[in-house]
């Protein structure tokens, strides 16, 4: 058992001091790093609960509920950030990158924690896997809503078809990977091979850092 509270508040203080000595697109990237790290702490809480409450096991609850949770906990920021402060295009993305970035990087050490990081090799997999698998997920997310924004139908079914199609990313590759076998490289692989394709698509966007 680990207090991932106590982890959060280590990791975070330091960071959060930092803020005082920063400005500008650097001082938001780690304000949105920690925002990220706190998701992940409030979606294990109500993965847990969910999981508590409906009697699924870990296997069933990775991939039918924290997807959802944890997708959902990811956008809300994105959708805060554009509906109040109706922020850059780019500004939007790096808050995305950010964010996701935060929420693995402390999924990442509570689970170092609990599992021990004996197998390097297992842990530089993790970390190009599911790492990076929160943040494709998140970042596409939020050039779907730049995309509805630009062709003008940024609405509640706009959002919530690209929220579905992160989920669907999410517990496809929970489900991949559940499984030892071919099913768990294609599901290592998925993470790398769509941000190879995101960063691709990103360069081919000039007009995608001036809006």
């Known amino acids: 058992m680990i207090y991932a509270e106590n982890i959060l508040l280590c990791i975070a203080i330091p960071l959060a001091v930092s803020l005082l000595f920063i400005r500008g697109e ?47 906990m990811k956008l809300l920021p994105l959708l805060f950030f554009l509906f109040l402060f109706s922020p850059k295009e780019r500004t939007l993305t790096t808050l995305a990158v950010a964010v996701g970035a935060g929420f693995a990087t402390f999924e990442n050490c509570c689970y170092i924690l609990t599992q021990g990081a004996e197998s390097l090799p297992y842990i530089l997999i993790r970390g190009m896997a599911v ?3 929160h943040i494709v997920s998140v970042l596409a ?19 919530v078809s690209g929220l579905s199609l992160a989920m669907i990313f999410h517990a496809l590759y929970n489900l991949l990977v559940s499984e030892s076998g071919v099913s768990t490289v294609i599901g290592y692989l998925m993470p790398l091979l769509t941000a190879l394709a995101l960063y691709l698509l990103y360069r081919r966007l000039p007009r995608f850092d001036e809006a």
């Open 141 to 159: 997310l939020s050039i779907w809503l730049i995309a509805a924004k630009r062709l003008r139908v940024l609405s509640f079914p706009a959002v």
């Open 131 to 133: 790492g990076v698998m």
């Open 26 to 72: 650097v001082r938001r990237y780690l304000a949105a790093f920690l925002l990220g790290m706190g998701v992940c702490l409030i979606s294990a809480y109500i993965s847990g609960f969910l999981n508590l409450a409906t009697g699924m096991g870990d296997n069933d609850t990775s991939v039918f509920l924290s997807p959802v949770v944890e997708e959902l």
